[in-house]
């Protein structure tokens, strides 16, 4: 079928996926070459993509960048690099299996030739995928800049991009298709869970279960947020009250946790992701090194010493992010002192003006709490950087590590400091509003206010329009980074509420305030003010797992020691401060232990899923032994007649 777009014509029914768009002074001879190796069959080296250059309706400016490509595929291609990447899709039987063309049939929703069987993100991540794998044969360099240097094997789309000739690759919006989820998702007031499915077909697993971890930390947060609307009815200054409300907190945290591992295997499996073979990671574009044999791939491709590595990490970041420690630190102590001034002013003559003035040293701490994490942010992105991690998800690993103990620390310290050193709990309380408050309002402007007044003043709103505009409205979109802050807003959040929130109830009713609004102004970000992301084929959240789990273990010992500094429980041990501790420390490891038994009772993996899973497992062994006890006779029969 002959399909015209603004003037392109693609012998397929598909319209164009991938946008490509290189330096607008690249050589002619460069583009020439990259689309000959694009098109080229994938016998002879190439992607065998259909390529096309974008042209322009109307008066063509002098300063639009003339090289822009649309990419896409034909259906077989396409579900011939799903084989290639092992996507699991449903089969007739109801199973998720790795996808293979010639059982196509048997799989549901297979009609004819496969039109509509993968859905769009699914096609986007495909073409991802070969172009990255498009690799360099005989090529020493890159036509035109003898700088750039290849040799067999190397990925030509990384090396392009790492010399800043290929300068954006980015999936198309499908504007049909992000009208009907906007409506479904942020354009109406649901009652209603939030279209997890829709969501993941658009934009992939990984930000699907972004967004459903969002949802259940938010429901989790209900129970919490009701007994501390409860609470609020009682004085505020009885802190014995709060004993109940502290260890259900250790309960909590240890079971949300736990719980999501099994809803998140159940979306994973249902998406077909939980049981993926991973793809082989090739090194970052940034990755750099002496030219040398991989032992694994056995192709030449840039190495990096490991100890190298280790030193860069150990002599030069570990201190930095000591250093940076201990300014935060610094800056804590700044904050008590001006805390200590406001209150001496107060103490000598209180008025209403004085009564204002107790809460500025805390709201000025916060501001400062966050301008520190942002700043911190850019400088632990350089130094993993400058580490050089060949796979792009040891660099994640790192950056997180880096960037959770700084903003931890820089969050924490303070009412850490409180509650245990100065043993304060009414100013703990304080504290911890002013800090949850000011970051909630310094958030909601950042992520929900100036998205919205920017899409209204620069009018990006995604509507019909013709092709060619739309792709140069989407080129010049920001890119979204990833699901990196938002996790990390999470975590912070859980750590507020997990942590101090028996003498302060009334956090975990902010903080479900702050999710829905959240999640109606993430969801109208991903769909009008970044660029489409490319689908992340994600199994569950990753290290940010890790990371809630280390948060809910600090949690236990933090509010169990709360539990001990409450007059009720101190009335039991008048006498003795070492019982108490004793007791304290003893309640602690129980629960601890409680904490690690729960986690291996109940199964990450729901059983049903176990189940078919194993199934599958041995369907796949009893194939494969058939396949070789039909081989043998074949083999014995050839022999009989060579001989």
């Given at each position: 079928?002959?399909?015209?777009?603004?003037?392109?014509?693609?012998?397929?029914?598909?319209?164009?996926?991938?946008?490509?768009?290189?330096?607008?002074?690249?050589?002619?001879?460069?583009?020439?070459?990259?689309?000959?190796?694009?098109?080229?069959?994938?016998?002879?080296?190439?992607?065998?993509?259909?390529?096309?250059?974008?042209?322009?309706?109307?008066?063509?400016?002098?300063?639009?960048?003339?090289?822009?490509?649309?990419?896409?595929a034909s259906w077989q291609r396409l579900l011939?690099?799903?084989?290639?990447?092992?996507?699991?899709?449903?089969?007739?039987?109801?199973?998720?299996?790795?996808?293979?063309?010639?059982?196509?049939?048997?799989?549901?929703?297979?009609?004819?030739?496969?039109?509509?069987?993968?859905?769009?993100?699914?096609?986007?991540?495909?073409?991802?995928?070969?172009?990255?794998?498009?690799?360099?044969?005989?090529?020493?360099?890159?036509?035109?800049?003898?700088?750039?240097?290849?040799?067999?094997?190397?990925?030509?789309?990384r090396r392009l991009q790492s010399k800043r000739?290929?300068?954006?690759?980015?999936?198309?919006?499908?504007?049909?298709?992000?009208?009907?989820?906007?409506?479904?998702?942020?354009?109406?007031?649901?009652?209603?869970?939030?279209?997890?499915?829709?969501?993941?077909?658009?934009?992939?697993?990984?930000?699907?279960?972004?967004?459903?971890?969002?949802?259940?930390?938010?429901?989790?947060?209900?129970?919490?947020?009701?007994?501390?609307?409860?609470?609020?009815?009682?004085?505020?200054?009885?802190?014995?009250?709060?004993?109940?409300?502290?260890?259900?907190?250790?309960?909590?945290?240890?079971?949300?946790?736990?719980?999501?591992?099994?809803?998140?295997?159940?979306?994973?499996?249902?998406?077909?992701?939980?049981?993926?073979?991973?793809?082989?990671?090739?090194?970052?574009?940034?990755?750099?090194?002496?030219?040398?044999?991989?032992?694994?791939?056995?192709?030449?491709?840039?190495?990096?010493?490991?100890?190298?590595?280790?030193?860069?990490?150990y002599l030069v970041s570990l201190p930095f992010?000591?250093?940076?420690?201990?300014?935060?630190?610094?800056?804590?102590?700044?904050?008590?002192?001006?805390?200590?001034?406001?209150?001496?002013?107060?103490?000598?003559?209180?008025?209403?003006?004085?009564?204002?003035?107790?809460?500025?040293?805390?709201?000025?701490?916060?501001?400062?709490?966050?301008?520190?994490?942002?700043?911190?942010?850019?400088?632990?992105?350089?130094?993993?950087?400058?580490?050089?991690?060949?796979?792009?998800?040891?660099?994640?690993?790192?950056?997180?590590?880096?960037?959770?103990?700084?903003?931890?620390?820089?969050?924490?310290?303070?009412?850490?400091?409180?509650?245990?050193?100065?043993?304060?709990?009414?100013?703990?309380?304080?504290?911890?509003?002013?800090?949850?408050?000011?970051?909630?309002?310094?958030?909601?402007?950042?992520?929900?206010?100036?998205?919205?007044?920017?899409?209204?003043?620069?009018?990006?709103?995604?509507?019909?329009?013709?092709?060619?505009?739309?792709?140069?409205?989407?080129?010049?979109?920001?890119?979204?980074?990833?699901?990196?802050?938002?996790?990390?807003?999470?975590?912070?959040?859980?750590?507020?509420?997990?942590?101090?929130?028996?003498?302060?109830?009334?956090?975990?009713?902010?903080?479900?305030?702050?999710?829905?609004?959240?999640?109606?102004?993430?969801?109208?970000?991903?769909?009008?003010?970044?660029?489409?992301?490319?689908?992340?084929?994600?199994?569950?959240?990753?290290?940010?797992?890790?990371?809630?789990?280390?948060?809910?273990?600090?949690?236990?010992?933090?509010?169990?020691?709360?539990?001990?500094?409450?007059?009720?429980?101190?009335?039991?041990?008048?006498?003795?401060?070492?019982?108490?501790?004793?007791?304290?420390?003893?309640?602690?490891?129980?629960?601890?232990?409680?904490?690690?038994?729960?986690?291996?009772?109940?199964?990450?993996?729901?059983?049903?899923?176990?189940?078919?899973?194993?199934?599958?497992?041995?369907?796949?062994?009893?194939?494969?032994?058939?396949?070789?006890?039909?081989?043998?006779?074949?083999?014995?029969?050839?022999?009989?007649?060579?001989?």
């Amino acid at each position: 079928m002959m399909m015209e777009i603004s003037g392109t014509r693609y012998r397929s029914g598909i319209s164009p996926l991938v946008v490509v768009v290189l330096s607008p002074d690249t050589k002619e001879e460069t583009v020439s070459w990259l689309l000959r190796r694009m098109r080229e069959k994938q016998q002879d080296g190439g992607a065998e993509l259909l390529v096309n250059q974008l042209r322009s309706e109307g008066v063509v400016e002098e300063k639009e960048n003339p090289n822009i490509f649309l990419v896409t595929a034909s259906w077989q291609r396409l579900l011939s690099g799903a084989e290639d990447l092992g996507l699991f899709k449903e089969f007739s039987d109801g199973s998720m299996r790795s996808f293979t063309c010639i059982n196509s049939h048997n799989f549901k929703e297979f009609h004819g030739d496969g039109d509509g069987f993968l859905s769009m993100a699914e096609c986007q991540y495909i073409i991802k995928h070969e172009l990255e794998t498009l690799r360099a044969k005989d090529e020493t360099h890159v036509p035109g800049y003898t700088q750039a240097k290849l040799y067999p094997g190397k990925s030509i789309i990384r090396r392009l991009q790492s010399k800043r000739i290929l300068i954006r690759m980015f999936p198309l919006h499908d504007q049909e298709e992000l009208k009907r989820l906007s409506f479904k998702w942020y354009k109406k007031v649901r009652t209603s869970l939030q279209p997890l499915d829709d969501i993941r077909h658009y934009f992939g697993e990984g930000l699907a279960l972004y967004f459903g971890f969002l949802e259940y930390f938010t429901m989790a947060l209900m129970p919490l947020a009701l007994i501390g609307l409860l609470y609020c009815q009682f004085d505020w200054e009885t802190y014995d009250k709060y004993v109940f409300f502290a260890a259900f907190n250790l309960i909590w945290c240890t079971v949300i946790l736990e719980l999501w591992k099994r809803c998140s295997a159940s979306l994973a499996y249902h998406w077909g992701t939980l049981s993926r073979k991973k793809v082989f990671e090739e090194p970052r574009p940034g990755f750099h090194g002496i030219l040398g044999f991989n032992p694994v791939t056995g192709r030449e491709e840039p190495l990096y010493p490991n100890t190298k590595r280790q030193l860069r990490i150990y002599l030069v970041s570990l201190p930095f992010v000591l250093l940076c420690l201990y300014l935060s630190l610094y800056v804590m102590m700044i904050y008590f002192q001006m805390e200590g001034w406001v209150l001496m002013l107060h103490d000598r003559g209180p008025t209403f003006w004085t009564n204002i003035l107790l809460f500025i040293p805390g709201v000025i701490y916060a501001v400062v709490i966050e301008a520190l994490n942002v700043i911190y942010r850019y400088a632990a992105e350089f130094l993993t950087e400058w580490e050089n991690h060949r796979r792009e998800s040891s660099y994640q690993n790192h950056l997180v590590l880096k960037v959770l103990v700084f903003n931890f620390l820089n969050c924490f310290a303070s009412l850490f400091y409180i509650a245990f050193i100065m043993q304060d709990l009414v100013l703990l309380r304080q504290n911890l509003a002013t800090l949850l408050i000011t970051s909630q309002i310094i958030n909601q402007f950042m992520e929900a206010v100036l998205p919205y007044w920017l899409q209204r003043r620069c009018n990006k709103m995604m509507m019909e329009r013709p092709l060619s505009e739309q792709v140069r409205l989407e080129t010049n979109m920001s890119n979204y980074r990833g699901t990196f802050d938002d996790y990390l807003e999470l975590f912070l959040l859980f750590g507020y509420v997990s942590l101090f929130s028996s003498v302060y109830p009334l956090a975990a009713v902010f903080v479900v305030l702050n999710n829905i609004t959240e999640i109606y102004s993430d969801a109208f970000k991903m769909c009008n003010l970044f660029k489409r992301p490319f689908s992340d084929p994600a199994a569950n959240i990753g290290i940010w797992q890790l990371a809630f789990e280390a948060m809910s273990v600090i949690a236990i010992v933090t509010n169990c020691t709360l539990i001990g500094m409450s007059p009720q429980v101190r009335a039991y041990f008048p006498d003795s401060e070492m019982h108490l501790m004793l007791w304290t420390v003893a309640v602690e490891h129980g629960l601890l232990a409680f904490k690690f038994f729960l986690a291996f009772m109940v199964p990450d993996v729901p059983k049903h899923i176990q189940i078919k899973l194993a199934r599958l497992e041995f369907e796949s062994m009893e194939a494969l032994k058939k396949k070789k006890m039909c081989a043998v006779p074949r083999l014995r029969r050839v022999a009989h007649e060579e001989e």
